[in-house]
Nanobody, 120 residues
Framework: QVQLVESGGGLVQPGGSLRLSCAAS????????MGWYRQAPGNQRELVAR???????NYSDSVKGRFTISRDNAKKTMYLQMNSLKPEDTAVYYC??????????????WGQGTQVTVSS
């Protein structure tokens, strides 16, 4: 069974930093694009950053210049380095992956989410 597990969330002061991790495990043939999404109460889930299997990245305008997405394909792990955090970054952050458990079958997988709270 494929699992995506996020870690690294927590409480941080404005201007602080956190690093989120998303580890994939289980039967995995290939992981294509991966991304970080976030959802605040009452809001829709929004894309924060995305990274292809080759390392091409995209960022939401709201986090550009502050967040850095990366991945280690050998470790099947994706990261989100978050610097200069703002209160409006407060949300549950979710890991997403276009993942193929075996050749010919790929689908979106989601992690359980990790809470990030930016507050003084």
């Amino acid at each position: 069974q494929v699992q995506l597990v996020e870690s690294g969330g927590g409480l941080v002061q404005p201007g602080g930093s956190l690093r989120l991790s998303c580890a994939a495990s289980g039967s995995i043939f290939r992981i294509n694009a991966m991304g970080w999404y976030r959802q605040a109460p009452g809001n829709q889930r929004e894309l924060v950053a995305r990274i292809t299997s080759r390392g091409i990245t995209n960022y939401s305008d709201s986090v550009k210049g502050r967040f850095t997405i990366s991945r280690d394909n050998a470790k099947k792990t994706m990261y989100l380095q978050m610097n200069s955090l703002k209160p409006e970054d407060t949300a549950v952050y979710y890991c997403n992956a276009d993942l193929c458990p075996y050749l010919g079958y790929c689908k979106d997988y989601w992690g359980q989410g990790t809470q990030v709270t930016v507050s003084s």
